[in-house]
């Protein structure tokens, strides 16, 4: 190998003659150039290979380069040249190289060995043979008749450049030259006379240092390529590199193959991955509530004995990402039950029924209830829009056998329940459990127990049964003596109940805000409007709040009814009305329903209300009443009056007449309408 290296060395400009003329003359100078550097380099080891096995290292190298040079090079291989063009200062070269055009590769190969390399006949053969040349004897003898032939003149001119001075006085001659070991001018093995000189393959010697002419492509001329080209080139490979490193990045982030414990629509996305992984829920520490200026459900932490269950909890994630066909998913009107785009926060893992496991994620606005249940699974999910101290108070765990289980915020201190239809009873206490759970029963004929339609069973009406409600007083650390009551009306997350008295007299102050229903006065309201909790979808609605707006005496000394307005208002803002009329005795009187209206809340402070009503002695009368803005009501159409004040209490026209028309108008001259499915109420 070492010999062959050193061959290689010593005599790289001729080899690199020899791999120039040998290589297609089409190529252009530069292409032809490089590859006859490559030709030349790449011979070393099978060269070296050659010389081991007993073989002259001169002709190893010389068949090795020529065998390279004819046959078909792989690459890329290097050496490599980035921005300049190249070509021989040798102008002879490609004039050789231009007449030998018409001969094959082996051909050319033998007119350098012996023209210019200075070998023999049977000398060039042999290394035409190691080459790999099918009839090396033929191809010396087609290079010596393309040089004798018609068309020489080409090579001759060419050969005639390569002779000059470069055989100078005293030349050393290659091994197989003229008067060297197996030279052109000495016998042949055959018996016969070498190629004379002046035969048309002119034997001649290699150069000296001190040589006036030398013919070979080591010496080069460069210019640069097109620079613009060049500048808009790399500009285009840094960003297909740029390209194909992002690539790799996103192949080797998915390269571990997908998450078993995944569902597989989700197991091989890297963001689904990251947040469907246990290991990235979001943990909030025990204490963030109490310092903490948002109180919602964002500031609950992780509760329950299986928070460090991961298989539980990769069951879990992975049944929201892809519920099976037989999982019951319960999605609360409006509510997205896609999978979450990020980690989301744990709040709850543990099993509060014996067999029942449940977990309870938040996601953004959405909490999530996932339960295992007799081999059965089940997804519940709902909103928590403008969840505060409140409406964040407790989530629902399970139901069953008439009670039910719930999670309470970490800010409530104590907790009871009450029967909402017995107002002077005191609230019983229950026990908190170390994990935040408590239990209560359903209502009788549970809003609780809702049909898939939303409809709540054996609601409304008197008699409606026992109406138990939560009733829990926050932390100190939250507010002191807070205390409010929370309904179970069916949904995910109980409802908050609260209570707005009435403001009567000309000095009445200005409009109060709903009050929490723990009061004397509340409870008394509450108790009488009770049952009609029933016609609330609890899976929707945050909070219903009673308004009593409006006192009336009613005809014939009937004696006095009050006007209330029970709004729900939903989680995404929206509110439903239902106005009532109590009398003194007996149950309420349905007067009028409005779905996805503003009265009755923040926005919709001014209302007038309107109905029939029938008096003991079989009179009717035509009622109305004004919130306490409401200075004077009209009446028009079928009935003609106007009175000054808040109420309205004359006799009704006859039953075959239309409806007559009411309107109010307020202290600030702005005239409303009365509230009615049909949109009224407004100004």
């Known amino acids: 190998m070492r010999q062959a290296e050193?061959?290689?060395?010593?005599?790289?400009?001729?080899?690199?003659?020899l791999a120039y003329l040998v290589l297609p003359p089409d190529l252009d100078r530069h292409t032809r150039l490089l590859r006859a550097h490559r030709a030349v380099q790449h011979s070393l080891r099978a060269a070296g290979r050659r010389a081991r096995q007993g073989g002259d290292p001169l002709a190893a190298v010389r068949a090795e380069v020529v065998r390279h040079a004819a046959g078909r090079l792989r690459g890329p291989l290097p050496p490599w040249v980035w921005g300049l063009r190249m070509w021989p200062s040798a102008e002879g070269l490609d004039e050789a190289a231009r007449g030998l055009a018409g001969l094959t590769p082996y051909a050319r190969a033998a007119y350098v060995l012996c023209r210019f390399d200075g070998l023999g006949e049977d000398a060039a053969a042999g290394v035409l043979e190691q080459a790999g040349a099918g009839d090396p004897a033929g191809e010396v003898r087609a290079a010596r008749a393309a040089a004798a032939g018609p068309g020489a003149t080409g090579v001759a001119a060419g050969a005639a450049d390569a002779a000059v001075d470069t055989a100078g006085p005293g030349a050393d001659a290659d091994p197989g030259s003229p008067g060297g070991p197996g030279g052109g001018t000495g016998p042949r093995a055959d018996g016969s006379a070498g190629l004379p000189a002046g035969a048309g393959l002119t034997a001649g010697a290699e150069p000296r240092s001190g040589s006036r002419t030398v013919l070979h492509p080591a010496d080069?001329?460069?210019?640069?390529?097109?620079?613009?080209?060049?500048r808009t080139r790399v500009r285009a490979a840094w960003g297909l590199a740029a390209v194909l490193l992002l690539a790799a990045g996103l192949t080797r982030a998915t390269a571990g193959g997908p998450d078993t414990g995944l569902p597989a629509p989700y197991a091989g996305a890297p963001a689904a991955r990251a947040a469907l992984d246990p290991a990235r829920l979001v943990r909030v520490p025990a204490g963030a509530w109490s310092d903490t200026g948002r109180v919602d459900f964002t500031a609950w932490p992780a509760?329950?004995?299986?928070?460090?269950?991961?298989?539980?909890?990769?069951?879990?994630?992975?049944?929201?990402?892809?519920?099976?066909?037989?999982?019951?998913v319960a999605a609360a009107p409006g509510v997205s039950a896609e999978?979450?785009?990020?980690?989301?926060q744990l709040l709850f893992a543990g099993d509060p029924g014996p067999g029942t496991l449940v977990v309870v994620f938040l996601d953004a606005d959405r909490i999530v209830r996932y339960t295992e249940q007799g081999g059965r699974r089940s997804l519940d999910i709902a909103r928590t829009d403008d969840a505060n101290v409140t409406t964040a108070a407790a989530v629902t765990l399970t139901r069953d056998a008439g009670t039910a289980r719930r999670l309470l915020a970490p800010w409530i201190a104590t907790a009871g329940v009450r029967d909402l239809t017995t107002p002077a009873g005191a609230a019983r206490p229950l026990p908190i459990g170390p994990d935040g759970t408590v239990t209560t029963e359903l209502p009788h004929g549970s809003a609780g127990e809702r049909t898939d339609d939303g409809a709540a069973r054996g609601a409304g009406g008197e008699g409606c049964g026992p109406r138990p409600v939560l009733e829990v007083v926050s932390s100190p650390r939250i507010v002191e003596k807070h205390a409010f009551l929370l309904a179970?009306?069916?949904?995910?997350?109980?409802?908050?109940l609260t209570y707005t008295p009435p403001a009567e007299g000309a000095d009445a102050p200005a409009a109060r805000q709903p009050r929490?229903?723990?009061?004397?006065?509340?409870?008394?309201?509450?108790?009488?409007?009770?049952?009609?909790?029933g016609e609330v979808d609890g899976r929707q609605v945050r909070a219903v709040n009673l308004w009593d707006f409006a006192v009336t005496e009613l005809p014939e000394s009937t004696g006095r009814a009050v006007w209330s307005c029970t709004r729900a208002t939903h989680?995404?803002?929206?509110?439903d009305v239902r106005i009532r009329l109590r009398p003194p005795a007996g149950a309420s009187?349905?007067?009028?329903?409005?779905?996805?209206?503003?009265?009755?809340?923040?926005?919709?402070?001014?209302?007038l209300a309107a109905t029939l009503w029938q008096a003991p002695s079989g009179h009717g009368y035509q009622l109305a009443a004004g919130s306490r803005e409401v200075a004077e009501i009209t009446a028009t159409g079928s009935l003609r009056t106007r009175t000054t004040g808040r109420t309205l209490a004359v006799p009704a026209p006859p039953a075959s007449a239309p409806p007559a028309a009411l309107t109010a108008t307020l202290r600030s001259g702005a005239v409303i309408t009365a509230l009615d499915a049909r949109g009224g109420g407004r100004d």
Do not use: M, N
Request: aromatic share 4%.
């Open 303 to 328: 509760r329950g004995p299986r928070t460090a269950d991961r298989a539980l909890l990769t069951r879990a994630l992975g049944t929201w990402a892809a519920p099976t066909p037989d999982t019951a």
């Open 488 to 496: 179970d009306l069916g949904g995910l997350l109980p409802v908050h």
């Open 589 to 607: 009187l349905a007067v009028a329903h409005a779905e996805s209206t503003a009265a009755c809340g923040r926005f919709g402070q001014h209302l």
């Open 6 to 17: 050193a061959i290689i060395v010593e005599r790289y400009p001729q080899l690199l003659r």
């Open 516 to 533: 929490e229903a723990t009061g004397p006065a509340a409870l008394a309201r509450w108790a009488q409007e009770a049952c009609t909790l």
């Open 339 to 344: 999978p979450p785009g990020h980690p989301p």
């Open 571 to 575: 989680r995404d803002g929206r509110g």
């Open 220 to 230: 080069v001329h460069t210019r640069p390529t097109d620079l613009l080209l060049r």
